[in-house]
């Protein structure tokens, strides 16, 4: 259980990340649901929470952007007096082939997926310094582990999370402090609904299990790492993917 934990779902808004933050209040947590346009979704998972007997609530952030990411954080730590988990979800893809893919795409999904996941880390660490204990729990890809053609910036930013969740475990751990990657593999959601049908059924063919993801899938596993009983696991990078990987 997490009762008494507050916990910050960067994404929250629709997809993996409101589903994420259903589990983690359902299992006790007070959670933060962040979204950067999606205000009225937002609110959609805190009622759904508050109607299940949870505690939510959305905040606004655009977590690429460092300022705010420290304002968001600075703020629910001393609304909530602490921050027991950071699950860093927001994401979003610019899909090109690399010789086509202009600098703008590159670097958008660069600061989001990457730059967004280090600005939370940066503004939470203090804190779960401070509370001697904390988990993180980074959202990366299959595309981060593989590599994925026609997303050269996608899944540099979700190797790129990878490289992060490593080095952060090695530096918080001494605190108590865990930092876990975990890899979904094609998880139906509204970024996936964006790829061909021909794409999709490719997919499939390529995963042992024989079907696609679910929101839930992933949100089980981050709600496990952001236990108490995963308190000796560190470092690590959990493929989530039907065993695609
Ligand atoms: P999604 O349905 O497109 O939702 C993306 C979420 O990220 C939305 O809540 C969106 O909020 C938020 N977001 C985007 N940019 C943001 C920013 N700058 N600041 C704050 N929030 C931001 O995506 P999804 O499929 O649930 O994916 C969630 C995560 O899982 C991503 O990191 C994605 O890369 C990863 N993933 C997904 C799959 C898959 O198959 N779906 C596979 C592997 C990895 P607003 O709507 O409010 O802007």
């Known amino acids: 259980m997490l009762t008494g934990k507050v916990a910050l779902v960067t994404g929250a808004s629709r997809g993996i990340g409101s589903e994420i933050a259903r589990t983690l209040a359902a299992k006790g947590a007070t959670v933060i649901v962040n979204y950067n346009g999606s205000a009225a979704k937002a609110a959609e998972v805190v009622a759904e929470i508050e109607a299940a007997g949870g505690k939510a609530e959305a905040i606004q952030c655009n977590v690429a952007d460092f300022a705010q990411a420290g ?80 997303q050269a910036n996608y899944s540099a930013s979700k190797a790129g999370i990878i490289g992060l969740t490593k080095a952060a475990a090695r530096e918080l751990a001494s605190r108590g402090i865990t930092a876990n990657a975990v890899a979904p593999g094609f998880i139906v959601t509204e970024m996936t609904d964006a790829l061909s049908d021909e794409m999709k059924e490719k997919m499939l063919e390529n995963i042992p299990l024989r079907r696609y993801g679910t929101t839930k899938d992933i949100a089980n596993a981050v709600a496990f790492l952001a236990s108490d009983e995963a308190g000796y696991i560190t470092g690590q990078v959990l493929s989530v993917d039907g065993g695609m990987a």
Do not use: P, W
Request: charged share 20%.
């Open 71 to 150: 304002e968001m954080i600075s703020g629910i730590i001393k609304q909530y007096g602490s921050l027991d988990i950071l699950v860093n979800n927001a994401g979003i893809t610019r899909d090109g082939l690399v010789m086509k893919m202009s600098e703008e795409d590159f670097d958008a999904v660069l600061s989001t997926n990457l730059k967004g996941a280090f600005n939370c880390i940066r503004h939470s660490a203090r804190q779960m310094i401070k509370q001697r204990g904390g988990r993180i729990v980074n959202i990366s890809s299959i595309s981060g582990i593989r590599g994925n053609a026609g």
